[in-house]
């Protein structure tokens, strides 16, 4: 060979049959016992051969190239290549190439960071949620998303823990214009001006009896007197500095109702992020843990329903998020959740593929909890495992993606 072109992976390897001609290769073949027998040969009028040129040509030569051969190990099979137009693996025979033609690309700047506040001092480690603690709203919050905007996050999500002196049956303290959700929304605010503050609309972490709605004493939860309560949530809430309000609570006409009220009240920019097919999920049990949050066991008096199956939709379905979706789109939301994520990527995909409107995930407690076990356990590389999970969702069509590894994510991609 005269110091050809030949890359690492380009060298052919020695065996007799590449030195015959492509023709004569078919015939010696053709019947043998290996290879591709169902397969039909290509035309024969495609194969070329290309001589290599003894000319000396008139020009430097390339110096005798010191890559060598690449050995197979002893003992491997002398086949005949297969006769394929196509391989695939061409295209990812190098990191170069990997990375040229890889299709999605993971970024802080889509990342979400749902933060737990509570209304103490100390930072108070969630059990169930290894490596996430309730934060001191005044102390650990504020220090938290400076740690996140310093990796690149500069999105978060607040969910208040309510003191149980403070619950009612009705849930009045949510639109508290004091309330813990609210001081926290301010003090963000006036501490990051162009830290995007996304909220959590939903009864549940006041209401007496751990339900997103008002429940009456048969076990219905009340529609329509909840969502006028959310319209006073989400309006005090803006009140505070809010960018993005988040109903979560899945009742009928809360998108509409809750554009409505905000435009009442001047706060035409502040946009509304609907949480569309949100799923009645087990996937949700180390949050209640942390915001103890959890539908309460009922009695004779009153009973309580103990999932939330009434208003999340039924994990067994995937038509009916097409429905959320064109209500919730109708009413005027401006960026669409599905929720989990991990477990319900055909959801993502389905809204992505049915809307304009940007596509959100929430990777919840649940999967976060899950892969912290697993690594912990030493069954998964937590890095790995985590990085390729959120790789998953945002391939799914999430364009934002929430989720409680955001600020490890974005610090081991800056790693990378
Ligand atoms: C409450 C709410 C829940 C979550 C977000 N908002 C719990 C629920 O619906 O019971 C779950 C988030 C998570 O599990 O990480 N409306």
Redesign the pocket.
């Known amino acids: 060979r005269t110091g050809g072109d030949y890359t690492r992976h380009q060298f052919p390897l020695e065996i007799p049959y590449l030195q015959m001609n492509m023709t004569g290769l078919s015939k010696t073949f053709a019947g043998a016992p290996v290879g591709n027998l169902f397969r039909p040969a290509r035309s024969n009028a495609i194969r070329r051969t290309c001589p290599v040129s003894s000319k000396a040509a008139d020009v430097d030569l390339a110096p005798p190239t010191k890559r060598v051969a690449p050995r197979a190990p002893e003992g491997s099979p002398v086949v005949p290549p297969q006769d394929l137009a196509s391989r695939p693996r061409r295209n990812r025979r190098s990191a170069t190439v990997r990375e040229a033609f890889r299709e999605t690309i993971l970024t802080p700047s889509n990342f979400i960071y ?1 933060i737990f506040v509570h209304d103490g001092d100390d930072d108070i480690p969630i059990d169930s949620m290894p490596g996430q603690s309730r934060l001191g709203w005044k102390t650990g919050m504020v220090k938290k998303v400076r740690e996140a905007r310093a990796a690149g996050v500069n999105q978060v999500v607040i ?1 208040p823990k309510t003191p149980d002196h403070l619950k009612t049956a009705t849930a009045e303290e949510c639109f508290n214009p004091n309330g813990l959700a609210q001081r926290s929304i301010s003090l963000l605010k006036d501490t990051f001006p162009d830290l995007e503050v996304y909220t ?1 609309v ?1 009864l ?2 006041y209401n007496t009896m751990g339900h ?1 709605g008002m429940v009456r004493s048969d076990g219905v939860i009340m529609n329509d007197e909840t969502v006028y309560y959310l319209c006073k949530q989400a309006v005090s809430q803006a009140r505070a500095g809010a960018d993005v309000i988040s109903p ?2 899945m009742m009928d006409g809360r998108v509409g109702a809750i554009r409505e009220a905000l435009d009442a009240e001047g706060f035409t920019n502040v946009a509304i992020m609907s ?1 569309t097919a ?1 799923y009645n999920s087990a ?6 843990d942390a915001l103890a ?2 539908p309460r066991p009922g009695n004779e008096d009153w009973s309580i329903p103990k999932d ?1 199956a009434e208003y ?1 939709m039924d994990p067994a379905n995937y038509r009916e998020c097409l429905r959320e979706a064109a209500l919730d789109e109708a009413e005027g939301a401006d960026i669409m959740m599905v ?2 994520a991990g477990a319900y990527l055909d959801i993502i995909r389905a809204l992505k593929d049915s809307t304009t409107l940007p596509i959100s995930a ?1 990777q ?3 999967e ?1 909890s899950m892969l912290k076990a697993g690594s912990a356990a030493g069954y998964l590389n937590e890095k790995d495992a985590v990085l390729e999970s959120l790789i998953s969702i945002k391939r799914a069509g999430a364009d934002l993606t929430l989720t ?1 590894f955001a600020v490890d994510a974005a610090k081991w991609l800056q790693e990378v």
Do not use: H, L, N, T
């Open positions: 749902p969910f959590d939903a549940d972490p997103d979560s609570d949480y949100k996937y949700y049990g180390p949050f209640r949050s959890a939330k999340q929720k989990p929430y919840v407690s649940g976060y409680y």
